[in-house]
């Protein structure tokens, strides 16, 4: 994939998207579109998931596997829809 360096208004812009852009030229030709990355169901910041990621890297003895709690978690659901 390549990459483009946004300036600092283009970031500022892009930045305060709530959804997908679309990114146009001085004649208003669509260039493309520009979705941002957001995590909006989670209510973790982008640096708060990578910081409990990389503890997790350095630490794999603290998990547990997704067969440990998976099967419970799948009936407390049941019923919910």
Known sequence: MTR???DDEL???LG??????EVVNAAG???GVFTP??????PYSREEIERI???ARKHP??????SEFWPEFL?????RA
């Open 4 to 6: 483009i360096l946004a």
């Open 11 to 13: 970031e500022k812009q």
């Open 16 to 21: 305060a998207a709530t959804g997908p852009v």
């Open 29 to 31: 030709a669509v260039l």
């Open 37 to 42: 990355v957001r995590f909006p169901h989670s």
């Open 53 to 55: 990621r990389e503890e």
């Open 61 to 66: 003895e603290r998990g547990r596997k997704l």
């Open 75 to 79: 009936k407390s659901q049941e019923g």
